[in-house]
Every structure is written in structure tokens, then in C-alpha cells.
């Protein structure tokens, strides 16, 4: 099945550092999500995105549907210990909820060092 | 809030077993989905459902089967467990009738086949 390109694979930071990740695509899609996983845990959503060129951000969390509908990236800033966990981007060729699964990375393991 | 509940967290089957997971959501979502996680694989979707006893296959069918007798109930079956199951299943649920609403996910079930 399709896949999305995420990078990078890993990242170890420092406290207070940003961060910075992104998918890439051969396909266009018309949504863009990023979700984060706890250890142990579901992927919990934070941040959608719908509409090319769009920036949204959620407290120190930013994202961006990209103006060629191939790719978003997503920053954290000023990284915090409970930063920690796995990102998942992942897209739908249509809008909102529609009969189409979602496409996933592969995810990005974030550790912070205190 | 949605709350996507799957039955068990952890769960432990020896090789051969019938084994089944279970996801009820509560949102009245019309479409249901199961995933299983790998290290280094991501999320991949094995099948998901748009209605009541409908059923459409993910990139992964193979080995499973499920049923979706009720709207807020989807079942992943395994009809032969085997150990290269042993992996981390998701549930997950959204509807495409509400406009920009995505997938939420369950905590998952950590299966193990021995």
C-alpha cells in the first residue's frame, strides 16, 4: 500500500530545542494530519490541516499543508521532556472524514534529553 | 470527546488460537478501522468498514476477518493466530457525514502469539 516519506526516522534534542519534521508525497492530497503517540498509548490527533498553504498551530505546535499538496511539515518549539513520543503524519486524498483510509509515515521517534 | 474503547490492552494467545479483538466507539461514526503497528513499519490498515455489515480490505487483509454486526462495534478476528501476528492493533472511527472531523484511535491492544 501507499506510504508517505517521513523524516527524519529519529531525533534526539535537548530541552528547549525546536524541532523540526515533515512528510513528502507522490500523491495529492487534500488533508494533512499529525498525530503523537505515547508509549503504550493510541495516536492522539494535534494538529489538521485542509486547505493548501495553510499554517496552523496548537500551543508550541505549528503545521503546514504545503502549496503543492505533496508534502507538511510540523515544528515544536521549545521542546519539553513530556515532548517525548512518535509522530505520525498522515494523508487522505479527500476532504473532512470521507470514505477514503488514511495514508501513514512511518513516524518520527522524538526523545528530548533533559 | 470520542472515545474509541478496544477490549483489551494486553492480551497473550498461543499459535492456532481463534482470537478476537474488540473496538466500540461512541460517537455513532459510520466508519471503523483496524491497523496493526510494527517497529520501523508504521501503521498499516488491515480492514475497515463504512456501514453496518460492510467490509472493504486494507493493504494487509490476510490472516484476518472482522464483522460489524452493530455501527459502534468492530471486531477483528483472527481465525488462526499465528506468531507473526504478535503486533500492536489500533481501532479507529470516523464519519464522513461531519465535515472535517479525522480518524481518533483507541489505546491499542498489544497482542503476543506464542
Known amino acids: 500500500g501507499q506510504q508517505l516519506n517521513q523524516s527524519p526516522q529519529s531525533m534526539f534534542i535537548q530541552e528547549g530545542e525546536d524541532v523540526s519534521m ?7 492530497f487534500n488533508t494533512w494530519l499529525w498525530y503523537k503517540q505515547d508509549p503504550g498509548e493510541g495516536p492522539v490527533l494535534l494538529i489538521a490541516l485542509y486547505k493548501a498553504g495553510e499554517l496552523t498551530s496548537n500551543g ?6 504545503g502549496i503543492t499538496r505533496k508534502d507538511s511539515f510540523l515544528n515544536i518549539s521549545a521542546s519539553i521532556p513530556s515532548d517525548v513520543g512518535i509522530y505520525f503524519c498522515a494523508g487522505q486524498l479527500r476532504q473532512g472524514s470521507g470514505n477514503t483510509p488514511l495514508v501513514f509515515g512511518k513516524g518520527t521517534r522524538l526523545s528530548v534529553i533533559a | 470527546d ?7 490492552r494486553y492480551l497473550v494467545k498461543r499459535t492456532g488460537e481463534k482470537v478476537f479483538l474488540e473496538c466500540v466507539q461512541d460517537m455513532d461514526h459510520e466508519n471503523m478501522f483496524w491497523y496493526r503497528q510494527d517497529p520501523g ?10 456501514d453496518v455489515k460492510m467490509k472493504e480490505k ?3 487483509p490476510e490472516g484476518y476477518s472482522v464483522s460489524r454486526e452493530k455501527k459502534e462495534r468492530f471486531s477483528l478476528i483472527l481465525e488462526s493466530a499465528s506468531t507473526n501476528q504478535t503486533s ?27
Open chain 1, 22 to 28: 515533515n512528510c513528502t508525497s507522490s500523491s495529492i
Open chain 1, 60 to 65: 508550541r505546535l505549528t503545521a503546514q499543508f
Open chain 2, 2 to 8: 470520542v472515545k474509541v474503547t478496544q477490549s483489551s
Open chain 2, 41 to 50: 513499519l508504521g501503521l498499516r490498515l488491515i480492514y475497515f468498514s463504512y
Open chain 2, 58 to 60: 486494507g493493504d494487509i
Open chain 2, 88 to 114: 500492536m492493533y489500533l481501532c479507529a472511527s470516523s464519519s464522513p457525514s461531519r465535515a472535517r472531523a479525522p480518524q481518533h484511535f483507541g489505546d491499542g491492544t498489544r497482542l503476543s502469539i506464542l
